[in-house]
């Protein structure tokens, strides 16, 4: 099993331009998130969905859409990217709920983005 | 303990030496805790998790404590050795029916040969 894999590892793009960054996991998670990291911020999660066919804003959304695109594939699209979305963003995926307790999250190896 | 500037508490440990590291959770009806690594230029690593039910959990060379009352989570690492240098922090699943944990912003652990 690969577990959650991301692309691009790295990317760097000028205000204004868009892209997508991937994601996808092969352990038949249910629950998928998008986070960010800045430096003394910790992790700050964007999007998450919790299962496949819905999608939720998490505590930074703004200037990020995404999209389950199936059980396996969650995408997160900057439309118009800018300075203040350099980061390194991080997939992460959980299984089933059980005792109505998060399960633990397994996260990819991240995405370096810097937005001239 | 967890930071809340840019920069990060550090905990420097020799080789060989068991390392605590501190987390202060904030929301009491958190039921669910996780402990974390992460190497520079990595994704985060589950280490060991802790239900509210327990107040002990071992794993190997890890031992995580909760203390409810104070709100307080520790990582024990025994036998500290240099693959350990890293960033630790916990995370907090508060409760209900979301699906969100909320994470603290580390310690850098430095381990000195």
């Known amino acids: 099993n690969a577990g959650v894999t991301q692309t691009p590892k790295f990317q760097v793009l000028k205000t204004g331009q868009s892209m997508t960054l991937q994601c996808a996991q092969d352990?038949?998670?249910?629950?998928m998130y998008w986070y960010r990291q800045d430096p003394g911020m910790g992790l700050r999660l964007i999007y998450y969905?919790?299962?496949?066919?819905?999608?939720d804003k998490g505590e930074v959304p703004n200037g990020y859409n995404v999209s389950r695109l199936n059980k396996r594939e969650f995408s997160l699209r900057l439309e118009s990217a800018a300075p203040s979305q350099t980061s390194v963003y991080f997939c992460a995926s959980s299984g089933p709920r059980t005792s109505g307790a998060a399960d633990t999250q397994y996260f990819g190896p991240g995405t370096r983005l810097t937005v001239l | 303990g967890e930071s809340v500037g840019l920069h990060l508490p550090t905990l420097s440990v020799q080789e060989g030496d068991n390392s605590i590291i501190n987390c202060a959770y904030s929301?009491?009806?958190?039921?669910?805790f996780i402990w974390y690594k992460q190497e520079s230029g990595k994704g985060p690593q589950f280490i060991i998790d802790i239900r509210s039910n327990m107040d002990k959990r071992q794993g190997q060379r890890v031992t995580v404590l909760l203390n409810k009352t104070v709100k307080h989570l520790s990582l024990q690492i025994a036998a500290t050795q240099p693959g350990d240098s890293a960033v630790y922090f916990c995370?907090?699943?508060?409760?209900?029916?979301?699906?969100?944990?909320?994470f603290g912003k580390g310690t850098l652990l430095t381990v000195n040969p």
């Open positions: 352990m038949n998670h249910n629950s």
């Open positions: 969905s919790a299962s496949e066919g819905t999608t």
């Open positions: 995370a907090e699943n508060s409760g209900g029916s979301n699906y969100k944990l909320t």
């Open positions: 929301n009491s009806a958190s039921d669910y």
